[in-house]
T-cell receptor, first 114, second 112 residues
Framework: DTEVTQTPKHLVMGMTNKKSLKCEQH?????MYWYKQKAKKPPELMFV???????INESVPSRFSPECPNSSLLNLHLHALQPEDSALYLC?????????????FGPGTRLTVT | TQLLEQSPQFLSIQEGENLTVYCNSS?????LQWYRQEPGEGPVLLVT???GGEVKKLKRLTFQFGDARKDSSLHITAAQPGDTGLYLC????????????WGLGTSLAVNP
């Protein structure tokens, strides 16, 4: 099973709202990722968690707050977003270890900030 | 800084035609992955190539990794409308598999 699930599928939020995106995988992967993607562009890395610890933050604004409650779950908390934050937010996971390269993506959450 | 140049950026062809997409870099990669993405969905992994000179086939798709592990190509034979989508190459740098270096993508439209 190479499935990564994400909820919700679509989210519309105002600039003063607080919302959360959720990601789950049951492949035993110990590296999990958040990406932001604009239309017809490659994914832009936001955060990487390795063994439930934040290992990479690509200088993401503090209005995005990641959380990894356990090895299967990854959340992205959103607060005071801007319209330019509207995008497809993708979660991915990778099996840990130095010889594993493949990242498996979820279907994404389409976020619209009004 | 490692970069992956992907070409062409856009491609519109008729059903039945062949096409090739290229990913090139001046840097060596430990591995290179090809993904296909449909609108509103996440990228789906098609293949990973690891060994220089490696060729992998997936039905009508042929993937090649350059001998020096700096470039890769994706060839589609007899394209079908179902092949339409965004094709992305992504490379893992030597000694660092936590981050992928992404090409800009090739948006392919196959017209019936």
């Amino acid at each position: 099973d190479t499935e990564v699930t994400q909820t919700p599928k679509h989210l519309v939020m105002g600039m003063t709202n607080k919302k959360s995106l959720k990601c789950e995988q049951h492949m035993g992967h110990r590296a999990m990722y958040w990406y932001k993607q604009k239309a017809k562009k490659p994914p832009e890395l936001m955060f990487v968690y390795s063994y439930e610890k934040l290992s990479i933050n690509e200088s993401v604004p503090s209005r995005f707050s990641p959380e990894c409650p356990n090895s299967s779950l990854l959340n992205l908390h959103l607060h005071a977003l801007q319209p330019e934050d509207s995008a497809l937010y993708l979660c991915a996971s990778r099996q840990s270890g130095t010889t594993s390269y493949e990242q498996y993506f979820g279907p994404g959450t389409r976020l619209t900030v009004t | 800084t490692q970069l992956l140049e992907q070409s062409p950026q856009f491609l519109s062809i008729q059903e039945g035609e062949n096409l090739t997409v290229y990913c090139n870099s001046s840097s060596v990669f430990s591995s290179l992955q090809w993904y296909r993405q449909e609108p509103g969905e996440g990228p789906v992994l098609l293949v990973t190539v690891v060994t220089g000179g490696e060729v992998k086939k997936l039905k009508r798709l042929t993937f090649q990794f350059g001998d020096a592990r700096k470039d890769s190509s994706l060839h589609i034979t007899a394209a079908q409308p179902g092949d339409t989508g965004l094709y992305l190459c992504a490379g893992a740098g030597a000694g660092n598999n936590r981050k992928l270096i992404w090409g800009l993508g090739t948006s392919l439209a196959v017209n019936p």
